[in-house]
Each structure stands twice: as structure tokens, then as C-alpha cells.
């Protein structure tokens, strides 16, 4: 069974009196442990989709089923990590990151399951500053760290690095790419750069403008990727082709 099945959704929104189709007709599956990687134009519906897939939004008509079934917000099965680090001001790096256990654990297992999200993330030392003194790396740093420390099985990445420089960027996608091989989790990580995209995904999935039609390309490249190397570039020419 497939972690995630969207069976023919589509998201139609009202904007004044007009009706607007942003997503049309998608299906598509995601297995237990894929990393997949969703691309698309801005305005294509990337952001919609994920904010359907978290229950954020309902489909217009469709269904969404994850492990089987509907779901539920409140079973904690998926996380998301936004386009901004949307950190709560008032609280520390620790506090951001141990927001979502508070209730579900006792103190010191909540601090020590931080404390080994601090770790795998680089954040030790920063783990007492507040948010406005950090970098937007680091800011980002902390929202993936908010989020893993949930466990979820799947967590929904939309365009949280593409404000950042490149090489800040790769150094996150390294760290993203150590902890997805060490932990069991699935990822969709929606972005709009084919780059980021080839150096990432097990399964790209392009999400074509207005029509909402899907292209699906095996990324089967050994860890880590070289975009100097030749099948690097034949299979971004391809995607690129798609759009
Ligand atoms: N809540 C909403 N109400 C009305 N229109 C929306 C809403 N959310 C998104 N849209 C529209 O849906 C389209 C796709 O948006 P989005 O999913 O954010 O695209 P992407 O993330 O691919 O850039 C855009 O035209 C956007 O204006
Ligand atoms: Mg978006």
C-alpha cells in the first residue's frame, strides 16, 4: 500500500465571482520512504496540493487517502515546512523545537529528543537565541528541525530553501539528505528549481501550468549528485523539456 494515494483531486477556489481551477484531475501515489520531488511553475498549484495533502485545505472533489485513510490532522502523521521559517518570535531556538511534543511526552525525553534534533542539524549552539538573531539558514534550519522532531511519516517541504543562497542551501540539502537516509520518513519537496530538484529526488514529478497535467521521472543517480556530471545534465535536459 502506498503511504500517500491522490486519487483524481481537483481545487477549484472563488475569486470574486469567477471560479478558478488551480489543480485538475491529479492522481498520483507516493511510497513509504520515497523522496520525491514536486516542480513546477510558480502558479502551477505546488503550494495547493501540499496544503491539501496536510488537510490544511479540502479538495473541491477527490480524495487524499494516507496509509489507507483519510486524514486527520491531529494523528501527527505529516509536518510541513513553509516558504518562510514562520518561527514563534517570542520563544528560543530549544522552545521553537519542542513546541509540537509539549503533552506528548515528559520533560526529559522532550529534552532529549530536541537535543538530538539540535544536533543532527548543526543548531546545538544556537539552541538558547531567539529567532531574530538568526540567519534565514539557520531560521530554516530550525523550522526542519520543528518539524522532524514530530516523527512524522511524511513531511511536506514547499520551497523552504529558495530564498537562500546556493551555498547555504547545499550544506541544508546535505544535512536533509543524511537524516532522510537515517530516519524513516518520506518527503515531498516541492520546489521550482530542477537543479535542487535532480540533486535531491528519488521521483521528480512535474506539475504542468493550467492543465494540471503530472510527468514523472526516476531520478535513479547515486548520492550525492554532481550537476557536472552527464547524467545530471540528461536528465534536467529532459525535465526541462517537459515543463
Ligand atoms: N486560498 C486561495 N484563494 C484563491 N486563490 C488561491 C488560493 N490559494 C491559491 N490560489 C491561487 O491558486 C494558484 C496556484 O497557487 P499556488 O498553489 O500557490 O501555486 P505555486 O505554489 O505553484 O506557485 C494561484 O493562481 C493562486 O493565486
Ligand atoms: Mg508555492
Known amino acids: 500500500m502506498s503511504l500517500l494515494e491522490i486519487n483524481n483531486v481537483c481545487k477549484h477556489f472563488k475569486i470574486g465571482n469567477e471560479l478558478i481551477s488551480v489543480l485538475e484531475d491529479i492522481t498520483l501515489t507516493v511510497d513509504k520512504g520515497e523522496l520525491v520531488c514536486l516542480l513546477g511553475v510558480s502558479g502551477c498549484g505546488k503550494t495547493t496540493l501540499l496544503r491539501l495533502i496536510s488537510g490544511l485545505e479540502n479538495p473541491t472533489s477527490g480524495q487524499i487517502l494516507i496509509n489507507g485513510s483519510k486524514y486527520k490532522i491531529k494523528n501527527k502523521t505529516v509536518n510541513m515546512v513553509f516558504q518562510e521559517p514562520r518561527l514563534f518570535p517570542w520563544l528560543s531556538v530549544k522552545e521553537n523545537i519542542s513546541f509540537g511534543l509539549k503533552g506528548n511526552y515528559d520533560a526529559e525525553l522532550i529534552n532529549y529528543k530536541v537535543d538530538e534534533m539540535l544536533n543532527k542539524l548543526g543548531l546545538s549552539s544556537y ?51 543524511i537524516l532522510w537516509k537515517s530516519l524513516d520518513f518520506t518527503i515531498i519537496h516541492v520546489t521550482h528549481n530542477v537543479d535542487e530538484a535532480i540533486m535531491l529526488a528519488q521521483k521528480i514529478i512535474v506539475l504542468k501550468y493550467r492543465n494540471s497535467d503530472t510527468e514523472f521521472f526516476d531520478a535513479n543517480l547515486a548520492y550525492p549528485r554532481s550537476p557536472e556530471s552527464d547524467c545530471f545534465k540528461e536528465l534536467k535536459s529532459k525535465i526541462i523539456k517537459s515543463y
Open 127 to 177: 539552541k538558547n537565541e531567539m529567532p531574530y538573531k538568526l540567519s534565514g539558514g539557520l531560521a530554516q534550519r530550525v523550522a526542519v528541525a520543528r518539524a522532524l522532531v514530530t516523527e512524522p511519516e511524511l513531511l511536506l517541504l514547499d520551497e523552504p530553501f529558495s530564498a537562500l543562497d546556493s551555498i547555504t542551501k547545499k550544506s541544508i540539502i546535505e544535512d536533509l539528505l
